[in-house]
């Protein structure tokens, strides 16, 4: 099992800031695939961004210019950070990762419980 916890959200006013963290812990795992997404009440689990092993990223269109993606390999963890933020970001933002176990012949694509972004005035 690969546990993801993330952290970081909260309430902000539109315009703010907030940076996302998301964590991995398990043991013998190597990652490959890291992402966030996102879910607003009665909408779908969507697409925010993505970060390869590679470095390869790639981002929504409704939130490029605004968030970054970004890891710490040695950390395990995964961030996003989010700038110029609109009241439609408001979600709840759920982290996925997605690699192999060192161990045995078997991958997992495991998710983050999800933590709550509001952001209000």
């Known amino acids: 099992q690969v546990q993801l916890v993330e952290s970081g959200g909260g309430l902000v006013q539109p315009g703010g800031s907030l940076r996302l963290s998301c964590a991995a812990s398990g043991d013998g795992f190597t990652i490959e695939f890291m992402g966030w997404f996102r879910q607003a009440p009665g909408n779908q689990r969507d697409f925010v961004a993505t970060m390869t092993t590679g470095g390869t990223t790639n981002y929504a269109d409704s939130v490029k210019g605004r968030f970054t993606i970004s890891r710490d390999n040695g950390k395990n963890t995964v961030y996003l950070q989010m700038n110029s933020l609109k009241p439609e970001d408001t979600a709840v933002y759920y982290c996925?990762?997605?690699?192999?176990?060192?161990?045995?012949?078997?991958?997992?694509?495991?998710w983050g419980r999800g933590t709550q972004v509001t952001v209000s005035s």
């Open positions: 996925n990762v997605r690699g192999q176990y060192t161990t045995w012949a078997r991958r997992y694509n495991s």
